[in-house]
């Protein structure tokens, strides 16, 4: 079955610096990639995605980059404020399949003011 | 507020008990997805329903069940509970597995087995 693999695993950044986590997929027939956010005790949160016919989307200070080719994508989190600590977590789905998601092991970033 | 509401909040019991966990999902949803979050864990797949059928199965024990009721509400049973059990459940549902893929989670139930 598909397996997302996300790194770093923790990010330590500067308010107002970028973040960058980056994932990889092995299931070339997955189709869609949504990107979560998770505070702390809270439901994971869609805060943007991008499907496989696409190779970049820009929403106000996050963008997510998919490379099909390479099987990996990233999300991209510019002028960072201290509300962007959280957990984020990547996944993956195959249309297919019934698009059920497989997360990758998700990055806790925290920003610091 | 994402649309999917899951009861209860918060649930102790002992282990060896049986739970049921709710879940309603969005208004036009039809399928149901159901994931296990241990502490400081990801996210796992456990089960997910559409239109009432079993459509894929994840890493789901055979002490949990799971079933979607024709008004699309679903409900996770866990028995004979282990400590190991305690985790945040979580359901998030999409209007079609075959169309539109983006799943919206409810905030989950807390389970504790003491």
């Known amino acids: 079955g598909e397996n997302v693999e996300q790194h770093p695993s923790t990010l330590s950044v500067q308010e107002g610096d970028s973040a960058v986590i980056k994932c990889t997929y092995s299931d070339s027939a997955s189709n869609y990639f949504p990107w979560y956010k998770q505070e702390l005790g809270k439901r994971p949160q869609l805060i943007i995605d991008i499907r496989s016919n696409v190779g970049e989307k820009k929403d106000q200070r996050i963008a997510v980059t998919l490379n099909k080719t390479a099987k990996h994508f990233s999300l991209h989190i510019t002028e960072t404020q201290p509300e962007d600590s959280a957990v984020y977590f990547c996944a993956a789905s195959i249309k297919a399949a019934g698009n059920k998601l497989t997360f990758g092991g998700g990055t806790r970033v925290l920003v610091k003011p | 507020d994402s649309g999917v509401t899951q009861t209860p909040k918060h649930l102790i019991t002992a282990t060896g008990q049986r739970v049921t966990l709710r879940c309603s999902p969005r208004?036009?949803?039809?399928?149901v997805y159901w994931y296990q979050q241990s502490l400081d864990q990801g996210l796992q797949f456990l089960i997910q329903y559409y239109n009432g059928e079993e459509r894929a199965k994840g890493n789901i024990l055979e002490r949990f069940s799971a079933q979607q009721f024709p008004d699309l509400h679903s409900e996770l049973n866990l028995s004979s509970l282990e400590l190991g059990d305690s985790a945040l459940y979580f359901c998030?549902?999409?209007?079609?597995?075959?169309?539109?893929?983006?799943?919206?989670f409810g905030q989950g139930t807390r389970l504790t087995v003491v």
């Open positions: 998030a549902s999409s209007v079609d597995p075959l169309g539109e893929a983006r799943a919206f």
């Open positions: 208004s036009g949803d039809l399928s």
